[in-house]
C-alpha cells in the first residue's frame, strides 16, 4: 500500500458525460500529480499541484481540471467525456518536488 | 523535452533466471524511478535512483548520470515479477517522464 487512496477505482460512463476522480496524498505529502494512463500515449503527467496551488501543467486537455484543496487532497475534474478519454488515472504524491513520488491504485474509467 | 527509452521493449523468462532492463534518457536528471505495474495496474515503486546503486533482495538497479542511463537488475525471476517494468526520471520540478515500459513474462 503506497498511502496514496484514489476514488473511485472503477467508473463508466457515457459520452457528454462529466466526472470528478478523486485523490488523498501520503500523509504529509505536498506535492500532487495526475496521470494518465492509455494504450496508444502511454503514461503521460497531466499536473501537479503544490500546497494547494498549481505548479506544472503538461498534456491536459482544457476539457480537465483539476485542484488541490486546504487538506491537501486533489480532484481531477473531466467533462464532455470522449470515447478517447477512457484510460487509467493515477495520482501521484510527494513530500516535495524532486523526491521520490508514490502511486494510487489509479481509476479505470470507461467511456461508453 | 526530455526523452526516454527503454529496452527490451518484452522479455520472457524462464523462472529462475536473470535478467537486465536498461533505460537511457536524453538529458541530465534529478530525478529517476522505477516502476513495477503489476497485472492489476497497480505501479509498485521499485527504485528512487537520480545515481549510484541500490539493492532490494532480488532486485538492483544502478544509475549512471553522467552517461545518461540506468540499469534494473532482476535475479532468480519469480512468476510473481512478471509484469511491466516502467523507468520515470524527471529534471523540472517533480514532475516525471515515463518511457514506453519493458513487458516481463516470467514462465514456470
Known amino acids: 500500500d503506497s498511502g496514496v487512496t484514489q476514488t473511485p477505482k472503477h467508473l463508466i460512463t457515457a459520452t457528454g458525460q462529466r466526472v470528478t476522480l478523486r485523490c488523498s496524498p501520503r500523509?504529509?505529502?505536498?506535492?500532487v500529480y495526475w496521470y494518465q494512463q492509455s494504450l496508444d500515449q502511454g503514461l503521460q503527467f497531466l499536473i501537479q499541484?503544490?500546497?494547494?496551488?498549481?505548479?506544472a501543467k503538461g498534456n491536459i486537455l482544457e476539457r480537465f481540471s483539476a485542484q488541490q484543496f486546504p487538506d491537501l487532497h486533489s480532484e481531477l475534474n473531466l467533462s464532455s467525456l470522449e470515447l478517447g478519454d477512457s484510460a487509467l488515472y493515477f495520482c501521484?504524491?510527494?513530500?516535495?518536488?524532486?523526491?521520490?513520488?508514490?502511486f494510487g491504485q489509479g481509476t479505470r474509467l470507461t467511456v461508453v | 523535452g526530455i526523452q526516454v527509452e527503454q529496452s527490451p521493449p518484452d522479455l520472457i523468462l524462464q523462472e529462475g533466471a536473470n535478467s537486465t532492463l536498461r533505460c537511457n534518457f536524453s538529458d541530465s536528471v534529478n530525478n529517476l524511478q522505477w516502476f513495477h505495474q503489476n497485472p492489476w495496474g497497480q505501479l509498485i515503486n521499485l527504485f528512487y535512483i537520480p545515481s549510484g546503486t541500490k539493492q532490494n533482495g532480488r532486485l538492483s538497479a544502478t544509475t549512471v548520470a553522467t552517461e545518461r542511463y540506468s540499469l534494473l537488475y532482476i535475479s532468480s525471476s519469480q512468476t510473481t515479477d512478471s509484469g511491466v517494468y516502467f523507468c520515470a526520471v524527471g529534471n523540472q520540478g517533480g514532475k516525471l517522464i515515463f518511457g514506453q515500459g519493458t513487458e516481463l513474462s516470467v514462465k514456470p
Open positions: 501521484a504524491s510527494s513530500p516535495l518536488s524532486d523526491t521520490e513520488a508514490f
Open positions: 499541484y503544490y500546497n494547494g496551488e498549481e505548479r
Open positions: 500523509s504529509g505529502d505536498l506535492s
